[in-house]
């Protein structure tokens, strides 16, 4: 192979089909892919955009096709970073191991993707991630093993509780609360019809209510908000002078 250049053999396609994709989930799932390949590949070179990804979308089903090309023109880490997400997915898929050059960040990327399957109004069926001829399928079982991977052993319907400090736009919707009770800090996913209220909530206390996935510690890891309420401002709160007078009243 040409340096600089790169073949068929080398591309990473992600496939999608289902009867009701909306742009919505189409665009996530996009940006999700190429932040889980991106995270593989700098774990691989260990730097960061050591690898550039020539994209092409391919005929019939929803088919993204990302062809690794290495910066310095190195065929040897071309074909090493497509072996690295080869067989990290293939071994989620048959959970059969924590893959190699697999951070946290990257499994809770194929985490997001796999998530996506079966959320029965988004109408979308099958996730793949196909390279050369093998294919596999992204599944709830999948997402399960991750799970248990990143040490998110349960989970359960709860409310969380802390500071709401920044928002990430970039992939799935989330942000990040600092728990009041262990000042760590938890990922909260959300959805379209929450964005107002989340950017309104910046910097203010809040409490989230959802399904929440905890670690084997017990502690808390993300939650997949329904509803979110913000905690007054000290100075909105009444005072005692204020409570009296009610009170009085």
């Known amino acids: 192979m040409t340096p600089g250049k790169t073949s068929q053999k080398s591309a ?30 700098a774990n691989v070179s260990a730097k960061r955009r050591a690898i550039d990804w020539l994209v092409s979308i391919e005929s019939g089903s929803i088919t993204i096709c990302a062809r690794p090309e290495s910066v310095n023109g190195s065929p040897a880490l071309v ?34 993707l796999g998530s996506i399957v079966g959320l029965g109004d988004k109408g979308v069926e099958h996730v793949r991630i196909r390279i050369g001829h093998k294919c596999n399928e992204l599944s709830p079982a999948s997402v399960a093993y991750i799970d248990e991977l990143l040490g998110t052993a349960t989970s359960s319907y709860g409310t969380i509780e802390g500071n709401l400090l920044a928002v990430n736009v970039k992939g799935r919707l989330k942000f990040s609360v600092y728990e009041t009770f262990t000042g760590k800090p938890v990922t909260c996913f959300f959805g379209d019809e929450l964005f107002k209220d989340v950017i309104a909530a910046i910097r203010k206390r809040v409490s989230a209510y959802g399904m929440i996935r905890y670690r084997k510690n017990g502690e808390p890891a993300s939650i997949d908000i329904e509803q979110l309420n913000v905690f007054p401002c000290e100075d909105e709160l009444p005072s005692f002078a204020d409570v009296i007078g009610i009170l009085r009243d």
């Open 79 to 112: 074909a090493k970073t497509t072996r690295a997400v080869a067989k990290g997915i293939k071994a989620i898929a048959q959970r059969s191991r924590r893959p190699a050059y697999f951070s946290d960040t990257a499994l809770q990327k194929l985490h997001e």
């Open 12 to 41: 990473i396609k992600l496939e999608m089909s289902g009867p009701k994709i909306t742009a919505d989930i189409f665009s996530r799932s996009v940006r999700t892919f190429f932040d889980l390949i991106e995270e593989v590949a």
